[in-house]
Every structure is written in C-alpha cells, then in structure tokens.
C-alpha cells in the first residue's frame, strides 16, 4: 500500500515502474486469454458450420427436410383412412371415449369367458350352446360375459378383470376375479353375480380392496365358514381372509406364511390339507418355473414343507405355476398349470396328480380337449388364456369360467418398439434417396485444420492436433466418403433402370412411414365386436355364388371367417360343382348349400339349421372391414326389427326410377337397404320372402334374375309403417368383382333399367314405397351427406 502512494507523489521512480510492468503484465494476459477464448469459440463455431455444410449443404436441409413433410403427409393421410373413427366407437359395453375405464395396459386386456361341458374335458363356449337372453339382445349370448366394461359402466374403474373363480350357492353363481384399477393400477378383487348360469352377470362390487397388489382370489369353504386366499405376494406374505358379510365384506383371518407366494390354492386330499404355490424370490428360481407343497391337518395351518421341494424349477413353459383350481374327475385329482413360454399367461396345461403324499409327488400332462380360436386378436383369447376355474352343478353338468386376453404380454411397448424403428427407416430412406440425387454427400473431413491469417502458436498446434481423428477411424471415414459416389455410380438415377430403383426406395419409405403410423396409432389391430348392455353376440354369414366366381369366394372366406362375431358361413351354391370346406381357409365352420336352381330367390330360402337369430347377407365380391361389419351387427342388434346395411338407395320420383348411393345422399335420405351387405333377422325376413303373398315378386325375380334386394325391402314396408330400414356407412368397400371380371351386373344403364321395372310391378303389387324416406343420421355416421 505505501509504495503504490510513494509513486503516485513522484517521489519514488522505481515504485513507478514496479506498478507500470504490473499492470502492463495483467493486460498482456488478459488480451491473451480474451485472444485464446475468441480463437477457441471461432474455431468451434468454423468446424460447426463445415461440417453441416459439408453433410448437409442448404439444398439438402431443404432436401431432408421435404422429404419428411412428404412422408408425414402420407403417414397422416394412411392414419386417418385406416384409423380415424367418424362414428363414436364404443369398444365396451358403453363405455365412452372419456371413460377412465377400460385404458390400454401393458399387462394386456383380459377379460372373462364362460364354457360348459358334460365333463371337464369336453367344455365347449356359451356361445356353442345356443343361450338367448332377449334382455340384452343376445342371440345368442357369445363370451366374454364380463369385461373392464361391464365393471367402468358400474361405476368401478377396471382395465382388465382375470383370475376369475366361482363359488357356487344354490342355483346362484358368485364370480370373484383381478380387477386392475383405472386410477391406482392397483390389483383389487371384484366380484359378480350370476342367476342364470353364468349367461349374465351382476356386478356387485369390490369384495376386497388392500394397499397392495391382489390377484388370484382363491375362494372355498371349511367348516361352514367362507374363506378367500388371495395372492398378495406384494406385501410378500399370504393372507387368508373369511367372510363377515359374503360376499361383500371380509376379515383378516390369518397370515399363512411369510412368503410372497404366487397363484396359491388349498385342497383336502388323502385326509389331509395341500398348499400348492411359487416363490419366485429365491436365489436361482426359475420365474414362473417354479412350484412348491405344503401339508397340515388343517387349512389354518401350521403348514410344513413336502420334502421334494421345490417340486418344481424348470422352464416356465413347463407349466409349473398354477392357473387354477384344481379338480377331481372320476377318481382322480388334476391340476391346472399355466404355459408361460412363448408369452405370460400363453395357455393352461392340465396334470393328472398321480401321487401326492408328504414324500413323493408325480403327475403327468393330460389333454384338456380345448379348441383355441384361429381368428387372432379378433377373439377375446386369441392370444392367451392362462386361468381356468371347472366345477360340477348340482345338474351333473360342468361348468368352467376362464379368463383370455387379445394380445400379448407388453404389446404396447413391443408396438412402440417397432413404431420407432419403422420411423428410424423413414429417415434412413430420406438419406439414401438425397444420396442417389447428389445432394447429400455425407462427407467426413479427414484432416480437419482450421485456416487462419495469424500465426498459430505452440499451444494451439497441440490443442488442433489433440482433436484430429485416429488413423482408424480416418480409415474407415474414408472409405465411408466413397460410398455415395459409389451407390449413385451403380444405381444410375438418370436412367430407367435408376428411376424404377429410385421408386422403388421411396415406396420403402411409404410403406415404413405407414407401419410406423399402424404400431403407433392403430392398437392391438384387433377389430373387436361392440357390446349392447354390456353383452356380446354372433351371426351367420350368407353368401351365394357360383364355380366361376370361386377366387373371390376364397378371399371372402379367408377374411370374413376372422371377424369376431361370425358364427358359421354359409355357402349358397347355384351353379357348377362346388368347392370343398376343406379349400377354404376359414376360421369358423363353412357350410356349402348346394341349390338344385339357379335362383336369386335361393337367397332367403329357409334354413332350420341356423343357430343365430342375425343373419348378414353380404355378396361374396364386396370387402369390407371387420370393424364396419362389427358396428353393423350392434346396430341391427338395437333394431332387430329392420333391415340394417351399408348401400342405401331412395326410390321416387314419376315414374319410379331406380338410381345409385349417390341420388339418395343429394337427395339426404333413403328408403331401401340393398340386401347385398345387410343384416336381416332371418326367421322374420325369410318368412315374408317365402309367404304365399310374395309368390308373384318371386316370379318377377326369376323372370328377371335381378331384384331380389328390391322384394325383401318391399315385403317390410308392406308388413310396419314404422322405418324397416337402416343405413349403416363403411369407412371402405371394395367390389372384387371388377378386378376378376366375373361381375352379375355388367351394364349398369340396364341393371338400372330392369330394377325401376321391377320398382314399379312391386309398388303395383305391394303398394308404394316412395311415400317414405328416412334422413342419413350425420352425427352417428359422423360423415359429411
């Protein structure tokens, strides 16, 4: 402090100069470091913009970036052809899009089936045994019987319902199963009642409800009390419960054991009481590979060990972990396991328990005679069922409840998995075309010096050469700049050869851009069947045709067969030999009816051998989706009474002309449903087809091979003078007949001029029918007139 005030005064030289190099010094730092920092920051920002120029110059951001404009306008334009609901989908006995029930889960949809059988291994499903309930307008009634719906539309938020169980109290049903709550993703017990044998059934409510996971409500009786043995491997303990109130309210009984046991269950067998179930925490368990024992005189234990265990740590497609409640058939005693091998939960395997004492356990697979259903997601198990609860009524005939689930375990992850790599080729395409089009060059320099007009000095040097690439990957960045030059050389756009290669790309590009929108906007791919009242149906498909149309009998099949709610097929076969059933891939039986004449009337012949009260007349060269086709049949299903279809047509006018969809939506109504795709209740529809009053439109329709679809709309507006029809619009049809040539109608202008003919004999025959005419309904359609 004293020198720096003596050389202020003048009166010390040397001071003056000390404090002058000082502070000369501190300047020629500071200039450095701010030189060093500008020439730092300048360098960063020059091999920034070189190498973005270099990869991608100006031309091919712009390129780059059209290219994916492009392929997300086609994404956008395939998602809402495919995707996009114009109508308010349903997919759950009512419950709306802003429903908390029912959200997609990773654990999968399960939901509930009911089967009968006169044993345990010949059940067949509800459907199969023809159960109509008019009160939910089930003909028949069609599995699954409960869902995350029937329990959202209680009030009781579900995404899924599994492990289900019933407890048998007279002639009434109690179910108990997994519900996974909406709002907590937490496992509570539900439980439902039945009246009528499981066709329908009551929710009543949460039976049990923890702050941890439950699953696998195990129920059964001792002593005259009810107890329930959930898994609640969470709290890492198994708990039995006994009812105070049943079924609704229950109390802690006893802690069985201090283990997270899985799918556990209690049987009385040999004078004495087993406890089957798995731990999958030890050290070198096999998860759900793995199944233990325990005996005790009582089901309130004290429970000890069987001495082979763990019976069981193997492969979890073995069928080790339990899928159900054991049962006694003849003597003998089985066990369900479920097969966790290709995916959780894939299928139940049924044991024969051979020996089962405190030293010794042997059982061997037996077959269960279960059909799995080939229709995929379509059907409610068509990716698993992995529970199954068989027991005897009083009747002597069995019942079984048994839980199923469209896709598999952790579907959406796998979707979203593959959605990103579908849009990671997207770009990979984008890069390849710019590539063949000379304006990506996809150049890595190989020496990278900045250029500078001052010296560099020694420090720099080492700090420019301390960022050079290594000899190997200099390398290999060398030989990755000839690629392009390369690709363009053998590809050759500017020829044909090039330009077909360059489409061919871009197509690649299309159809990744497209996979990508499926996984990641069109779910499961499931097209499931729309609930009424909380219940599901099925109907029999009609078609009639002939030999020379037999390719498009085969697509038809092929595809129709695989939507949910069909029933059966049936084949009407006019003319030339008929194909056999075993020719047709089809996922539901096929019957082929064989006609001694070739009648359009053969149509709506009477058949007793139909099961369904729903029959969809649909010509064998129209596609449709299985969803729109699904929608339709819930629409007839609230009006059973009209003819509900997909082509509508308005027949007026002086004198009636017949004229095409598009007369009817200028004109915003209709009057007619054209029987080519519509559902009819067969029993009502082909009476008045075959009733002596419609005698004479049957000969019209023979003299003229053609207006079949014109009687059966005239037979129902003579008969109510409600509306007898009902449009339904498709999201897409397609007429296969003009790919293959074998079309009915070839001239239009003369199928035209034979219907308004026939319009006006009908009208002369059966009164007028232009008096009426109903309005498109724009808000269920959700389409623009």
Known sequence: ??????????????????????????????????????????????????????????????????????????????????????????????????????????????????????????????????????????????????????????????????????????????????????????GDIGVAKSNDKGATWQQLGIALDEDWHLSYPYVFNYLGQIYMMPESSQKGELCLYRALNFPLQWTLEKVLAKRPLVDSFIINHAGEYWLFGSDNSGFGTRKNGQLEIWYSSSPLGPWKPHKKNPIYNVDKSVGARNGGRPFSYDGNLYRVGQDCGETYGRRVRIFKVEVLTRVDYKEVEVPLGFEESNKGPNAWNGARYHHLDVQQLSSGRWIAVMDGDRVPSGDPVHRFILGSASFAAVTAVVVVLGVLHGIVKCIVPLNWRAHFPWKRNNALLGWERSNLFSSKVRRFCSRLNRVPLSVRGKAKPGTRAGKLVLAVIFAVGAASMCTGVKYFYGGSGAEEPYPLNGSYSQFTLLTMTYDARLWNLKMYVRHYSRCSSVKEIIVVWNRGTPPRSGDLDSAVPVRIRVEDKNSLNNRFKKDPLIKTRAVLELDDDIMMACDDIERGFSVWRQHPDRIVGFYPRLARGSPLKYRGEKYARHHEGYNMILTGAAFVDHAVAFERYWSNKAEAGRELVDRYFNCEDVLLNYLYANASSSQTAEYVRPAWAIDTSKFTGVAISRNTNEHYKIRSNCLLKFSEIYGGIAGRKWEFDRRKDGWDS
């Not at 450095?32 to 990869?55: A, G, K, M």
């Not at 459907?127 to 029937?150: G, H, I, K, L, Q």
């Open 1 to 186: 402090m004293g020198a720096y005030e003596a050389g202020v005064n003048g009166t010390d030289g040397t001071a003056t100069t000390t404090t002058y190099s000082c502070w000369n010094m501190s300047m020629r730092c500071w200039c450095r470091w701010r030189w060093e920092n500008h020439y730092h920051h300048h360098l960063h920002n020059l091999l920034h913009q070189r190498l973005f120029s270099l990869v991608f110059p100006p031309a091919g951001f712009i390129f780059f970036l059209g290219y994916l404009v492009l392929y997300g306008s086609i994404g956008m334009i395939y998602a809402w052809l495919m995707f996009s609901k114009p109508y308010l989908r349903s997919t759950n006995a009512g419950v709306g899009l802003n429903s908390l029930g029912c959200q997609e889960d990773n654990e999968g949809s399960w939901s509930i089936g009911v089967f009968y059988g006169d044993s345990p291994f010949s059940l067949k499903p509800i459907e199969a045994m023809n159960e109509w309930r008019d009160e939910v307008a089930a003909w028949p009634v069609a599995n699954p019987v409960v869902t995350c719906a029937s329990l959202s539309v209680a009030g009781i938020p579900s995404n899924f319902v599994a492990d289900p169980f019933i407890y048998v109290q007279g002639d009434t049903l109690f179910l108990f199963y997994e519900t996974k709550n909406s709002i907590t993703s937490q």
